[in-house]
């Protein structure tokens, strides 16, 4: 079991701040105190934040052997070979430490990105699909046609290789819908799901072996994680009324209707413990948390460096 942290870069910058170096103090600390990796959130022009990948490239910078990793990164927003050629590069920077948790970005009724990007949401996944076949087949050095439904590739083979023998792992966030489900199996390194009950995640997840089996991939390759935003306190009102001004600050609406987008845990570092088996015993192995409060940080940090971590990595 590992369990990581999502940095609140977009809690940070909603507060006000204009440089990143309370993150990278962060990113030493979560690492010092027995984190598996650092994470950032992305997005394209609404809920606005510090740019994912530039800001990877510092905290590997400051940090020695957590993984660094995009929760999840908006890849097709960005043009291909750009992307790729970030990529590798800051594989090389971080002494290969990098995965990349990759979604198609608008879960949420934003009606700024709606607004922005003409590319038709219905296409979002056909295109990244796409573009991540292509970038492995670069990363694999392998030979033959560059060319896609929707972009030319053929730049990738120009480009230096990344320090991951055969590139990062790429792993799709998904809220576990059949469609992402199937795409995890064909195609992806590994699964990050935003909403799944334990028992759907079990479910999911055998779903996701079976295709990759047939598709004649290691389904014990693909790679188990589970997002969940968390607020620790010993009073579950009080945990909850601490999720409730969350979402209505990051996100401008209730925890209700945001909870039928993603997943939410608010009471006690026990309860969440005994929470958080439930997807351990459904296959989930590595646990990406998001602290869901903007004015008690660093004391819910430190609650699940002393209680979580241990019970996880114990159990």
């Known amino acids: 079991m590992e369990i990581g942290i999502a940095l609140p870069v977009r809690e940070i910058a909603i507060k006000g701040a204009t440089d990143a170096a309370p993150l990278l103090k962060m990113a030493r600390q979560i690492e010092d105190f027995g984190f598996d990796s650092l994470w950032t959130g992305d997005s394209f022009v609404a809920r606005h934040r510090l740019e994912p990948l530039t800001l990877l490239a510092a905290l590997a910078s400051v940090t020695e052997h957590v993984t660094v990793g995009t929760a999840a990164l908006t890849a097709v927003l960005r043009d291909p070979i750009l992307l790729a050629h970030t990529i590798v590069t800051l594989d090389q920077c971080s002494g290969g430490r990098l995965k990349l948790a990759i979604g198609t970005g608008n879960p949420l009724p934003v009606k700024a990105e709606r607004d922005a990007v003409t590319m038709r949401y ?43 023998q055969g590139g990062p792992s790429i792993w799709l966030g998904s809220n576990g819908k059949p469609k992402a489900v199937a795409r995890t199996g064909k195609l992806y390194d590994g699964w990050m799901p935003v909403l799944s009950t334990p028992a759907k ?28 935003t968390v607020n620790l306190s010993n009073s579950k009102q009080d945990a909850m009324a601490g999720l409730e001004d ?8 209730p925890l209700a209707p945001m909870s039928a987008y993603q997943l939410y845990f608010g009471g006690s570092a026990p309860a969440f413990i005994r929470w958080i088996s439930d997807y351990a ?11 869901g409060s903007f004015d008690h940080y660093d004391r819910q940090v430190r609650t699940l460096a002393d209680e979580v971590v241990p019970a996880v990595k114990g159990a």
Not at 246 to 253: E, K
Request: charged letters at 30%.
């Open 281 to 291: 015993d459904a296959g989930a192995r590595h646990i990406v948390i998001r602290v």
């Open 122 to 164: 219905d296409e979002r996944a056909a295109r990244v699909d796409e573009m991540i076949r292509f970038f492995k087949r670069a990363w694999r050095g392998e030979d033959g046609d560059y060319v896609g439904e929707y972009h030319d590739y053929q730049a990738l083979r120009d480009q230096s290789p990344p320090l991951q």
């Open 201 to 228: 995640y079990a479910e999911s997840l055998k779903a996701i072996r079976d295709t990759a089996c047939i598709t004649g991939r290691d389904p014990a390759a693909i790679s188990t994680s589970v997002y969940v």
């Open 246 to 253: 969350f979402t209505r600050r990051y996100n401008n609406l």
